[in-house]
């Protein structure tokens, strides 16, 4: 059993909680596209934040400036899958706002790129 202020993570057993623990069995977040790239930043009028779990509020220190879901996925020790909920939950409550990378419309320059750099790689 853990008492207050001891971390609920152990460097050689790993997360004392199970990450479908953390998010409370949910495979799927609120909704939005959050890539691994996504930016994800604390929104200027945030309400109070009204979650009581530890990891809520970690997100909402490391997102005092721009962070990728990678990011703080990495600080977390958690899934980026469960990072990608919990983060959707702060993004629904107005937490959070978000920015997903630019999508470039794959033309055929990049196709040709592609063809070239796989050519380099079989001649090897």
């Known amino acids: 059993m853990t008492r207050p202020g001891d971390q609920w ?32 930043m604390l929104a200027d009028h945030a309400p109070i934040l009204r979650r009581t779990e530890p990891e809520y509020a970690q997100i909402i220190r490391l997102c005092h400036v721009p962070q990728a879901v990678a990011e703080v996925a990495a600080t977390l020790k958690l899934p980026l899958a469960v990072t990608k909920i919990l983060v959707g939950d702060l993004i629904g409550e107005g937490q959070l706002i978000f920015r997903s990378p630019l999508v470039s419309e794959t033309g055929t320059s990049d196709l040709n790129v592609l063809r070239a750099v796989l050519d380099g790689i079989r001649k090897l």
């Open 9 to 40: 993570f152990d460097d050689a057993a790993g997360p004392l909680v199970r990450p479908y623990a953390v998010t409370r069995g949910r495979t799927m977040g609120a909704g939005y596209e959050l890539d691994i790239l996504t930016l994800v």
